[in-house]
């Protein structure tokens, strides 16, 4: 589990009534199962129905459905297009420093979020897991579905209801859990950081002076 010292969670809302929630919860005992729905309109958003569950010491599987062509956004840094694949996309959350790399390929940051976009509204799914992971998003005639595959942690997962008219305001959401970037110093401003390695040329750190 990812301390309280690396990431405070955010309090809860004491004045808010959980039966007013924009998006709600249901489960089924056995076998194991969930769904989160936007109350509005009753529309599932995320649910584990007919996709069991595995949960071991190292190796943790949680799989949800998805509407068919569906819009994904996220999931840490990388080289895919900005609108990910639905019919086929691994995203790695792995740390990679690496130049040149090919499409499809983890890069240096990892936040294993994704915002997805309906006709309907905008939604986000953040799962706080440190763990080296694989998100498979598949379609094929049947279903289309996004599949988490972790090599150990825990699943502690914020779902986040985000608008059915603004789809920024999902991103102030995630910023309420997460915290806000860093002020940026002023002595930095001008300070352009590069870096040796890419192949078409050098690159060299340097102070820009006005």
């Known amino acids: 589990e990812v301390p309280e010292s690396v990431l405070p969670r955010p309090t809860a809302d004491n004045v808010t009534d959980p039966v ?3 998006i709600q919860f249901n489960y089924t005992a056995s076998p194991f199962s ?3 729905f936007r109350a509005s309109t009753n529309e599932i958003l995320f649910s584990t129905a007919s996709h069991p569950l595995i949960f071991e010491p190292q190796y ?3 799989k949800t459905s998805l509407p068919a062509d569906a819009n994904i956004y996220g999931l840490g840094e990388h080289t895919d297009t900005f609108r990910l694949d639905p019919a086929n996309t691994t995203r790695t959350m792995w740390s ?3 130049y040149g790399v090919p ?3 983890n890069l240096y940051g990892n936040h294993p979020i994704y915002f997805e976009h309906r006709a ?3 939604h986000g799914v953040f799962l706080l897991n440190a763990n080296g992971m694989d998100i498979k998003i598949r379609e094929d005639a049947n279903a289309t579905t996004l599949e988490y595959n972790i090599i150990g942690g825990i699943f502690d997962f914020y779902f ?3 608008s059915e008219t603004d789809p920024t305001e999902l991103a102030r959401q995630y910023a309420q ?3 806000l970037p860093a002020e940026v110093p002023y002595w930095s401003f001008g300070l352009h950081q590069c870096r040796f390695g890419y192949q078409s040329e050098y690159l060299t750190s340097f102070l820009a002076r006005g």
Request: aromatic fraction near 4%; charged fraction near 15%.
């Open 60 to 62: 943790l599987r949680l």
């Open 20 to 22: 007013r929630a924009a």
């Open 177 to 179: 859990v997460v915290g």
């Open 160 to 162: 986040l209801a985000g």
């Open 96 to 98: 990679r420093d690496a």
């Open 120 to 122: 309907t509204g905008t």
């Open 34 to 36: 969930f769904n989160i």
């Open 103 to 105: 499409n499809a390929t």
